[in-house]
């Protein structure tokens, strides 16, 4: 009792501060807002066929993101060459084995390394994976003491054992909860994790990551209409991909996009950016990801902006306090990943990611889905909190705060076997 008294202290409080910063959870506060429809082209002519769709509707709208949102993912910037650090047949998954490579990008002299790890069900000749990154290092997502510890920067953190920008053992095992590697090996998937940081450290300088690789004369960061991290981190996605292609065991074929919140709106752009990807994961992806940004509900695009300056590209700055001008919003951003499946799952408790957007970023997308014959969300209200909606786009809300749990990976696991499974 006296637990609930003190969290609704606690959220008078934090809502309160929210409100005198302009954010609004309130459905009534909400301004009258029109989507742009992704099946009508600027001059009113409709969409009418996938053909159209593909060749110049989709193009239009993917332009939009790339230039005024994520930024242009630099052409020619791929690894080319994998190391391979460590495998082994023994790991605490009886049935998994793992393997950890470096991918390793070059110019010159200098050398950024980031590390993959690669859990794969013993007895599967080519398994479907699960790719996504995490925030605290490789070593945080399993108590496997044989996990490489990720020397690249990190945000202090003394409860998860990073101090002075740098991970420890202390770290080991910290974020397992939000990975059911066990259930993804049970169910004869893989599970490959990258560390984000080893990217593209996430904080507002792009002198590190993958950043000095990319530019030379005197440019030293982005341009206005070139990536932010959110793009980089997508691109490590991809040369993750291209680096399971090789891995003989994978079914490259079969590679699930998963991330959660700021990794959410990575997974989406990896989906969008990358048509290999057979499937996308959006976990509580939120304003960025699968929200509606012009319900201006929750986290909004000013204050993302300003929080996380370095997250998408200078071209989208101009939008802050302004979403009604925005000429696209984030249900186009699914509907480009038309006809993959694509899942979308919100937290009740996480209102700064807005549950209800994130479900109307699906709903809205699916007529697109509807051109391919395939359906989407097809009500206009969100199902009941723990009622999962599987179509070709799946939907859940599940009880509780902003994270990943057991709960939300059972749901991957049956929709990725639904739409994968031969
Ligand atoms: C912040 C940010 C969100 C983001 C989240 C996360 O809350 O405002 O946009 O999704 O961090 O990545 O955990």
């Given at each position: 009792m006296k637990k609930t008294k003190l969290l609704i202290i606690l959220l008078i409080f934090v809502t309160g501060l929210n409100a005198q910063d302009g954010i609004n959870y309130d459905e009534n506060l909400m301004p009258a807002y029109t989507l742009p429809d992704p099946?009508?082209?600027?001059?009113?002519?409709?969409?009418?066929t996938v053909r159209q769709w593909e060749t110049k509707r989709k193009p239009q709208i993917f332009r939009m993101f790339e230039e005024q949102m994520f930024g242009k993912i630099p052409e020619g910037?791929?690894?080319k060459e994998y190391r391979l650090l460590e495998e082994s047949d023994?790991?605490?998954?009886?049935?998994g084995r793992r393997k950890q490579v470096a991918l390793v990008l070059k110019k010159g002299e200098k050398e950024l390394l980031i590390q993959l790890l690669l859990y794969l069900p013993k007895g599967v000749a080519k398994a479907p994976v699960f790719l996504g990154y995490n925030f605290?290092?490789?070593?945080?997502?399993?108590?496997?003491?044989?996990v490489i510890i990720s020397s690249s920067w990190a945000r202090d953190d003394a409860a998860s054992g990073i101090t002075g920008n740098r991970f420890s053992?202390?770290?080991?095992?910290?974020?397992?909860?939000?990975?059911s590697i066990q259930r993804m090996l049970d169910a004869g998937y893989g599970v490959a994790v990258m560390y984000y940081g080893d990217v593209d450290?996430?904080?507002?300088?792009?002198?590190?990551g993958v950043h000095p690789f990319c530019y030379s004369g005197d440019q030293k960061k982005p341009l206005p209409g070139e990536w932010g991290a959110i793009a980089a981190w997508s691109w490590g996605l991809s040369q993750a991909l291209n680096y399971l292609e090789t891995?003989?065991?994978?079914?490259?074929?079969?590679v699930i996009v998963f991330g959660h919140s700021r990794l959410g709106k990575t997974a989406l752009w990896a989906g969008v950016t990358d048509p290999r990807f057979a499937l996308v994961i959006s976990n509580n992806s939120g304003c960025g990801g699968?929200?509606?940004?012009?319900?201006?509900?929750?986290?909004t695009v000013k204050r993302i902006n300003t929080s996380?300056?370095?997250?998408?590209?200078?071209?989208?700055?101009?939008?802050n306090d302004r979403?009604?001008?925005?000429?696209?919003?984030?249900h186009e951003l699914i509907a480009l990943i038309a006809p993959r499946p694509v899942y979308i799952a919100s937290a009740l408790e996480d209102q700064w990611a807005d549950p209800k957007g994130e479900y109307l970023g699906g709903y809205y997308a699916s007529p697109v889905y509807h051109l391919y014959g395939k359906k989407g969300l097809e009500s206009a209200e969100q199902p009941p909190v723990g009622v999962p909606v599987m179509n070709q786009i799946g939907y859940h809300i599940r009880p509780g705060k902003h994270d990943v749990t057991d709960f939300d990976w059972e749901q991957y696991i049956r929709f990725a076997d639904m739409h994968l499974q031969d």
């Open positions: 099946l009508v082209f600027p001059g009113g002519k409709k969409v009418k910037l791929d690894i023994v790991t605490p998954y009886p049935n605290k290092g490789n070593h945080s997502v399993t108590p496997d003491k044989a053992e202390k770290s080991r095992g910290t974020e397992a909860s939000r990975w450290p996430d904080r507002d300088d792009f002198s590190d891995e003989p065991a994978v079914d490259a074929g079969k699968a929200a509606l940004s012009k319900r201006i509900f929750g986290e996380f300056p370095h997250w998408f590209c200078d071209n989208f700055k101009p939008y979403e009604q001008d925005l000429p696209f919003d984030q």
